[in-house]
């Protein structure tokens, strides 16, 4: 006897296409093709050996989103067409205001992939009883510690030093050791190490106040730094002050940060923002640390300025190029740290984000 149950419309998501926000149409979408599953399966795999398995199990816990349709959306445009027939829309940078909301009489809810909804008319989607659903991205919060590490292995010269004990490596690193007179002083340093840094007390220079920016400021008030910024727009006071941060001019910031971060997406405006003149301007032996875009620096001018001494170190991810080159010159250099474009890792960031996701808005859904 056939079923009288209604047959349920598989709900229709609409995503900003995004490399990482691809894994929605791979955990919700029965459409999704085969290749498109494997690639992320091996993009996985070192971190979740059992990618599929772990789909599975999350497909368990949201009957009401799984099977879904989701589509991928390139433009404002594309976004705004598809949005009469949309239950949910995700996303990253495309804006969303009171046109989108006008346009989605049967949307539920808007996910941010972000924890800032800026670009989303919040008031508009209020209105018509959308709701704004944000996460606090795992990813954003490992840049910010990845930035850390970097700043702490050339302050306190870790990846120079870590592991060198003995006379012979203390040797071939530039250091004879001469006992101090134990019977007077400490023997703290007894390798003689020069250059050490405390992060306490100075200032680090942050370059876009964005999300992992602010994640980099709420990490160095907690080693007591002083936190100046510079962006396009300054933010409100309330904010500034919430984030003990301090504006400052681009060259004012240069001149006087001891640590210097570049946090900027990439666009045609922030290519070689730290040119051979912005270089120039740095304090003497002030470091950068960028954990978002190597091409934010002109490659050029960093090595000669490396090489001149006025840059005093740089930590760096991801890589200029991927795999980076053999015999890299920038690599050559003592007081540089460039690690292999792991900052956001390890994958279960993303998972555990889009585990958080998908099981809040199955639950905007059903109700």
Known sequence: MASTQPIRARPLILVEDDPFLRLMPVILDP?????MMA????FMAHDEPDFIGWCERLRAYVPGLWPAQVRLIETGEELLAALPHADIAMVESLPFGAREVAAAPRLKCIQKYGALPRGIDQAACAAQGIKVLTIRRRANIACAEHAFALILALAR??????????KTPLAAAGHTLRPFERTITPNGNWARVPGLKSLHGSTIGIIGLGEIGREIASRARAFEMRVVYHQR???????????????????????????IVPQLPASPETRHLLDANR????????????VSRPDAMEREALIDALR??????????PPYEAPGRENDELT?????????????SPRFNA???????????AKEITT
């Open 31 to 35: 459409a999704t093709p085969a290749g």
């Open 233 to 259: 727009t300054r933010l409100p006071a309330a904010e500034e002050q919430a984030l003990g941060a301090t504006y400052m001019s681009l060259d004012d910031l240069l001149a006087g940060s001891d640590w």
């Open 279 to 290: 270089l120039a301007r740095i304090k003497p032996g002030a470091a950068i640390v960028n």
């Open 332 to 344: 050559a250099f003592d007081n540089v740290v460039i690690t292999p474009h792991f900052a956001g």
């Open 157 to 166: 010269k870790v990846h120079r030093y870590g592991n060198v004990l003995s």
């Open 351 to 361: 998972l555990d984000d889009f585990e958080e996701i998908i099981k809040g808005l």
């Open 39 to 42: 690639a992320f399966a091996d």
């Open 308 to 317: 001149s001494g006025r840059l005093g170190g740089l930590g760096l991810d």
